[in-house]
T-cell receptor, first 113, second 111 residues
Framework: GAGVSQSPSNKVTEKGKDVELRCDPI?????LYWYRQSLGQGLEFLIY????????KSGLPSDRFSAERTGGSVSTLTIQRTQQEDSAVYLC???????????FGQGTRLTVV | SQQGEEDPQALSIQEGENATMNCSYK?????LQWYRQNSGRGLVHLIL?????REKHSGRLRVTLDTSKKSSSLLITASRAADTASYFC???????????FGKGTRLSVIA
């Protein structure tokens, strides 16, 4: 596609359930980032994929969070046993080589009730 | 952490005035970028300045970078109501490192 696509746009889930958030980056972009943004706050880095290198998982807040990037393209962020504090907008971005401008998707708004 | 910190946190100006936002960071960088966000969703890239550059212009935007002070400024000239948004700086460090964002400046331009 022409831009970074994220799905779903909105997700409401019950506390304790698992959720999967999807990111489809721009074709040919080797770098892919996941961020989390709570209301009115800055972007909290979660995880970074760059080419064939091991992902930088240093921002994942707990072992309930994991992400994978299959075939160097689509990425899935999984949150297990969701908690209310996981409620936020989850943003995905991609860039050509990790040193260029990043293109963002419109995010997934996750609400845990 | 290399995370940037913008100031002020919030800025309110009249249409036609200039808006200046500042960003400070902690470690060596490859590049510094500025992004804009409307309505809490996707960010849009505004401008990228490399560590060996000191100033860059794009339309009504002017960015400066002072690596000795580890700081950058974004100037928006002749502001418009449509410039109302949150503005974030982001840095990446040498090596295979992620893009890290500051907390942002909320700009309100009053018509």
């Amino acid at each position: 596609g022409a831009g970074v696509s994220q799905s779903p746009s909105n997700k409401v889930t019950e506390k304790g359930k698992d959720v999967e958030l999807r990111c489809d980056p721009i074709s040919g972009h080797t770098a892919l980032y996941w961020y989390r943004q709570s209301l009115g706050q800055g972007l909290e880095f979660l995880i970074y994929f760059q080419g064939n290198s091991a992902p930088d998982k240093s921002g994942l807040p707990s072992d309930r969070f994991s992400a994978e990037r299959t075939g160097g393209s689509v990425s899935t962020l999984t949150i297990q046993r969701t908690q209310q504090e996981d409620s936020a907008v989850y943003l995905c971005a991609s860039s050509f080589d990790g040193e260029s401008k990043a293109f963002f998707g419109q995010g997934t708004r996750l609400t845990v009730v | 952490s290399q995370q940037g910190e913008e100031d002020p946190q919030a800025l309110s100006i009249q249409e036609g005035e200039n808006a200046t936002m500042n960003c400070s960071y902690k470690t060596s960088i490859n590049n510094l970028q500025w992004y804009r966000q409307n309505s809490g969703r996707g960010l849009v890239h505004l401008i990228l300045i490399r560590s060996n550059e000191r100033e860059k212009h794009s339309g009504r935007l002017r960015v400066t970078l002072d690596t000795s002070k580890k700081s950058s400024s974004l100037l928006i000239t002749a502001s418009r109501a449509a410039d109302t948004a949150s503005y974030f700086c982001a840095t990446d460090a040498p090596g295979n490192t992620p893009l890290v964002f500051g907390k942002g400046t909320r700009l309100s331009v009053i018509a």
